[in-house]
């Protein structure tokens, strides 16, 4: 039975021209990752030199990794004498239908994109996005985590934060601290004047410039108001916040400056009792 089998036409036949496609598959293959590989380094360069965020680097360079890959993929099938325009369409059909069913993560790619690019905060930021305040942790491509002041850790989708006002606290160096302290009508409005400016003076985190504003913003239904306007450096707000609060009321006690709490006069008209004797006689 062997004796009846061609092997040197199966050879010619089948093994040689199947070996040179394999032989020129395999080149393809290996020429194709090193050619992905110096391509894919120029693209990281190139975005590393546009001073891009890393992650965002990262991203795109893995994206066009693997759509060179793919293409390395299908052109080494191709020289086996596969017919890679199924393959294709397939690729094609299964990309649209993942792009469908993604839509939402999608939006939340793109809008992480422009956040990576356009930076609206970065890392370490005291922020407000879509409704939460909190520092920002950490920045991917499809959310941002934020950490609450009271330690909460808060994953936001991107789309929520690009479609939304951003407001950054950590934008710039310096921050205003606005606050309003009230006194009694009878109390001396100069003398309540002084005792704040004193203390602003005295305190070495308040900035000279810009400078300070003290005056009577509002003569509210129970108190004279003051509006206080210190500048200080953003990483100080808190901390002067919290002194002036106290400071400012322990030295309008020592000097006899009242707080008032919100009150109102009730005023009763009684009726003349003659009026009533006389209405009953009446009656």
């Known amino acids: ?4 089998i061609d092997f040197e036409q199966i050879i010619n036949t089948y093994l040689i021209p199947w070996g040179f ?8 293959f290996v020429i194709g990752l090193i050619v992905v590989s110096i391509i894919n380094g120029i693209v990281r360069n190139v975005l590393s030199k546009a001073k891009m965020d890393q992650i965002l680097v990262n991203f795109i360079s893995a994206i066009v ?22 393959l294709i369409a397939l690729i094609g059909a299964a990309g649209l239908a993942i792009g469908l069913s993604l839509k939402d993560s999608m939006a939340n ?14 890392t370490g930021d005291f922020v407000e996005v879509a409704s939460t305040s909190g520092s920002v942790k950490e920045i991917n ?17 991107n789309g929520n934060i690009y479609s939304d006002v951003i407001t ?42 810009p400078e300070y504003v003290v005056a009577v913003g509002e003569l509210a239904d129970s108190s004279v108001n003051f509006y206080v306007r210190p500048w200080v450096a953003t990483s100080n707000y808190w901390p002067v916040y919290f002194d002036l609060m ?5 030295e309008f006690d020592k000097n006899g400056i009242s707080i008032p709490y919100p009150q109102i006069d ?18």
């Open 1 to 4: 039975m062997l004796e009846s």
């Open 168 to 209: 950054n606290y950590s934008a710039t160096g310096t921050r205003r601290v606005d606050m309003v302290f009230g006194i009694a009508y009878e109390d001396d409005i100069a003398k309540a004047k002084g005792i704040i400016e004193g203390i602003l003076k005295a305190d070495n985190r308040i900035l000279k410039s």
């Open 21 to 28: 496609n394999i032989g020129f598959a395999l080149i393809i």
């Open 65 to 86: 990794r693997w759509l060179l890959l793919l293409f390395v993929v299908i052109a080494a099938l191709s020289k086996l004498g596969l017919n890679t325009n199924s």
């Open 141 to 157: 491509i499809f959310s941002t985590t934020l950490l609450t002041p009271d330690n909460k850790q808060v994953i936001i989708p």
């Open 266 to 283: 009730v005023h009763t008209d009684m009726p003349d009792q003659n009026t009533e004797n006389s209405g009953e006689s009446i009656n």
């Open 109 to 122: 790619f793109a809008a992480g994109v422009m956040l990576l690019v356009f930076r609206p905060f970065k």
């Open 246 to 250: 106290e400071t400012i009321k322990l």
